[in-house]
C-alpha cells in the first residue's frame, strides 16, 4: 500500500513570499491532518479534515495559512505571506477514521520549509 | 485544555536492559493515546495505542505501554533495549470529546548505548 506523499521535499523562501504544499493521502483514509513541527518540539495541528469537511483548525494562523481538500483526497495547505517564524517541517497524515476515532495516522516525509 | 508531557528530553540506556519513556496526560474526557517513535531521516511511525479495555497494549517493535487512568500516564516501556531503538518518541492524546484534535507531547529522544 502507498503511503502518504508530499510534495516538494524542502523550499527556501524569503519572508513575505508564498508557499504551498501538496499532499496525497493513503487511499481511502477519511481523515487528513496537517501539523506543523518546529525543530525541537512535537508535531502542532494545523487543520484537520474530515473527507472535504474542516473538524478543527483552532489553531491554523488564518490571516496567512489556508489549505483546502477538494473532492475529499488531495490537500494544499499555502502561506502567505510566509514569516521567519513560519520556517518548519510541515507534516501531513492521514487515517481510516470513518464513524470512529480511533485509528492511528499514518504521516508523509514532511516538507521542511526554510524561510530566510 | 488537554494537554500531554513528556518530562525526558533525552533517556539513555543500555543495550539489553529495560527502558522506559513517560508520558502523563490531561484531558477533560476518555482519551485515545498513542505513541509514535521518529527515526532519524524518517516520518513519523505509529507504535501503539490505548483506546479501552487492557491497560497494557503491546505495539510494534516489541514496546508496550501501560495505561494508569489514576495517574493519568501512558508509559512507554520494553524489557530489552537495542542500539536500533535509538530515535524520538512522541506521546498524543485524541479527546473524543474535544472536537477528537490530537495533541502531541514534545518528544523524548531515546539513546540506547551498545
Known amino acids: 500500500e502507498a503511503g502518504v506523499a508530499q510534495s516538494p521535499r524542502y523550499k527556501i523562501i524569503e519572508k513575505r513570499q508564498s508557499v504551498a504544499f501538496w499532499c496525497n493521502p493513503i487511499?481511502?483514509?477519511?481523515?487528513l491532518y496537517w501539523y506543523q513541527q518546529i525543530l525541537g518540539q512535537g508535531p502542532k495541528l494545523l487543520i484537520q479534515f474530515q473527507n472535504n469537511g474542516v473538524v478543527d483548525d483552532s489553531q491554523l494562523p488564518k490571516d496567512r495559512f489556508s489549505a483546502e481538500r477538494l473532492k475529499g483526497v488531495d490537500s494544499t495547505l499555502k502561506i502567505q505571506p510566509a514569516k521567519l517564524e513560519d520556517s518548519a517541517v510541515y507534516l501531513c497524515?492521514?487515517?481510516?477514521?470513518?464513524?470512529?476515532?480511533?485509528?492511528?495516522?499514518?504521516f508523509g516525509p514532511g516538507t521542511r520549509l526554510t524561510v530566510l | 485544555a488537554q494537554s500531554v508531557a513528556q518530562p525526558e528530553d533525552q533517556v539513555n540506556v543500555a543495550e539489553g536492559n529495560p527502558l522506559t519513556v513517560k508520558c502523563t496526560y490531561s484531558?477533560?474526557?476518555?482519551?485515545?493515546l498513542f505513541w509514535y517513535v521518529q527515526y532519524p531521516n524518517r516520518g513519523l511511525q505509529f507504535l501503539l495505542k490505548y483506546i479501552t479495555g487492557d491497560n497494557l497494549v503491546k505495539g510494534s517493535y516489541g514496546f508496550e505501554a501501560e495505561f494508569n487512568k489514576s495517574q493519568t500516564s501512558f508509559h512507554l516501556k520494553k524489557p530489552s533495549a537495542l542500539v536500533s531503538d535509538s530515535a524520538l518518541y512522541f506521546c498524543a492524546v485524541r479527546d473524543i470529546t474535544g472536537g477528537f484534535k490530537t495533541i502531541f507531547g514534545a518528544g523524548t529522544r531515546l539513546f540506547v548505548k551498545a
Open positions: 497524515a492521514s487515517s481510516f477514521d470513518r464513524q470512529g476515532v480511533s485509528n492511528e495516522q499514518f
Open positions: 484531558v477533560s474526557g476518555n482519551p485515545y
Open positions: 487511499s481511502g483514509h477519511a481523515t
